[in-house]
């Protein structure tokens, strides 16, 4: 299976402005790209990414345009699933801790979405046990 954290800092950024734009020409990555590097190394990591199973592409007006193997939400689930593991003992409580003090204040809006999170994944416990 992909694993995002094995990626370097440029591979990452390049899966962020394929995932932000949906697909990409190589030429519209290297301009979203911070600090990008030359053309020609854009294309070797887009290479390298394929055949990482990360990228796909397709041919479009003689262009390749490339695409995420899988979706944003799935593959954060898998690379949270890591760092669950390796920074926080798979423990979500200990990671979600950390987050909420890295980040600081949490709107109203966003504390009873957690709350209601968390009262939904009660239920389904509860569900699970009765079954």
Known sequence: ?????????????????????GEASAAQI??????????????????????????????????????????????GKGALNSVLRTFFDGSAVQAVAAMLEQRGAVSPAELKELSDLIADTRKKEQSHERD
């Open 30 to 75: 290297r301009a979203d790209v911070p600090d990008a590097p030359s053309d020609s190394a854009v294309r070797a990591m887009l290479r390298i990414l394929e055949d990482k199973g990360f990228l796909k592409h397709r041919l479009a007006d003689g262009k390749y345009i490339y695409g995420a193997v899988q979706e944003r939400r799935s593959a």
């Open 1 to 21: 299976m992909r694993n995002a954290t094995n990626l370097s800092r440029r591979e990452r950024q390049i899966m962020d402005v394929v995932y932000s734009r």
